[in-house]
Each structure stands twice: as C-alpha cells, then as structure tokens.
C-alpha cells in the first residue's frame, strides 16, 4: 500500500512602481520587501527567502506557497517615500493586511512608492521678516517708553 500526501501550491508576484513629481528620480532605486505567511495557523520558512529586493524593472516571485496560506507582504525599504500604497490585483490593501494563495494561480501585488519634489520656495527670506519684525518690536517697545515718560512727566 503506498499512501501519497499530495499539497497545491501558489504563486505571489510583487511589482514596483513609483509615482509623483519625484517618480522620475527614483526609477532605479532598489527597494526591499519582506514575506510572511501562515498555513493553518502555524509560520513556515518561505521557499527561496522571505526577504527580497525589489526594482521597477524586476518583479519579486514567491513560488511553492501552500495553498490557503496566509500571506503578509512588507516593504522594508521604502525609500523614503512620501507614501506607499500595496494593492493585491487592484483592490487596495491595508497595512498588515494578509492575502490567501490559491491553488495553482499567481496572486499579483503591487507596491507603489510616491515621491514628490518639496513645495517651491515662496520667495520670502526668513533672515529679512526676522529683522524687521525685530525692528518693529523695538519701535514697538520705544513707542510705549515714550507714552510712559510722558504721562509720569505731567502727573
């Protein structure tokens, strides 16, 4: 009698993109991301490593996932992003948030990392209001010693 165990497995495949004013700035960066997964309950080591680099140009593929696992991706270098966005096949995902692998089928995830260039100088030096509000307090203080003095002056 041969008794043979047979498991599925799925696919997870991470995508990068960077978006803002900034975008253009960051196309080569290498980000990291981090997977970790539960399968009925308990952690299993990731087949290949958790813990991976990400660019624009290569996606990250997790294989041999079992299926009905539970999976949370992390990015772990963000590259400073003003903000980061995960969405599993288009529907926005949570911090945190875990996604279940399916048998035979390649779950897609994408990690957006949003960059943008600093507001643009007003124009106004802070050296300059520094003096002149300076300025005007001591008028300020002048002006009052000056009414004092003459009101002590006349009683």
């Given at each position: 009698?041969t008794?043979?165990n047979?498991?599925t497995?799925?696919t997870?495949s991470?995508?990068?993109t960077?978006?803002?004013?900034?975008?253009s700035?960051?196309?080569?960066?290498?980000f990291?991301v981090?997977l970790?997964?539960?399968?009925?309950?308990?952690?299993f080591?990731?087949p290949g490593?958790?813990?991976r680099?990400l660019?624009?140009?290569?996606p990250?593929?997790?294989?041999d996932l079992?299926?009905?696992?539970?999976?949370?991706l992390?990015?772990?270098?963000?590259?400073?992003?003003n903000q980061?966005?995960?969405?599993?096949?288009?529907?926005l995902?949570?911090a945190?948030a875990?996604v279940t692998?399916?048998a035979?089928t390649?779950l897609g995830?994408n990690?957006?990392?949003r960059f943008?260039?600093?507001l643009a100088?007003t124009?106004v030096?802070?050296?300059?209001?520094t003096?002149?509000?300076?300025?005007?307090l001591i008028?300020m203080?002048?002006?009052?010693l000056?009414?004092?003095?003459?009101r002590r002056?006349r009683a």
């Amino acid at each position: 009698m041969t008794i043979a165990n047979t498991f599925t497995a799925g696919t997870l495949s991470v995508t990068k993109t960077v978006s803002g004013t900034a975008a253009s700035d960051h196309v080569d960066d290498v980000f990291g991301v981090s997977l970790a997964c539960t399968w009925y309950g308990a952690a299993f080591a990731i087949p290949g490593g958790a813990d991976r680099d990400l660019t624009v140009a290569t996606p990250v593929v997790y294989t041999d996932l079992p299926t009905d696992a539970q999976c949370v991706l992390t990015e772990t270098r963000t590259g400073n992003a003003n903000q980061v966005t995960v969405t599993s096949d288009h529907a926005l995902l949570t911090a945190g948030a875990s996604v279940t692998i399916a048998a035979d089928t390649t779950l897609g995830i994408n990690v957006d990392n949003r960059f943008d260039k600093p507001l643009a100088a007003t124009g106004v030096n802070g050296r300059a209001v520094t003096l002149v509000g300076a300025l005007g307090l001591i008028a300020m203080l002048g002006g009052i010693l000056l009414f004092l003095g003459r009101r002590r002056r006349r009683a």
